[in-house]
């Protein structure tokens, strides 16, 4: 199972990235599929995480409104629109499954003026 993600870059507060991820080896039609992010010095945390249909998702407190998970199961990837970014949403974004199977690269994300 490997994952590619992409999107990522330098953004001012208040802008907007959509981040993408696909698999590769791997068929996510009938996974979960989830997004991360680590922080310099904090552990990796769920940011979002989207069923197999699309039709689920879930976002913790700390993102609910800014971020939307998608997916486009025919391509084996999934997406996530954030909105409205301020730094503390700086950190390398990973996707996954889930529960997680393995960790691409990821994709960093900074967010400053």
């Known amino acids: 199972v490997h994952f590619v993600e992409s999107g990522g870059g330098l953004v001012q507060p208040g802008g907007s990235l959509r981040l993408s991820c696909t698999a590769s080896g791997f068929s996510i039609s009938n996974e979960a599929m989830s997004w991360f992010r680590q922080a310099p010095g904090k552990d990796r945390e769920l940011v979002a995480r989207?069923?197999?249909?699309?039709?689920?998702?879930y976002y913790p407190d700390s993102v609910k409104g800014r971020f939307a998970a998608s997916r486009d199961n025919a391509k084996d990837t999934v997406f996530l629109q954030m909105n409205n970014l301020q730094p503390e949403h700086t950190a390398v974004y990973y996707c996954s499954t889930s529960p997680p199977q393995s960790w691409g690269q990821g994709t960093q994300v900074t967010v400053s003026s």
């Open positions: 989207i069923q197999s249909l699309g039709l689920i998702t």
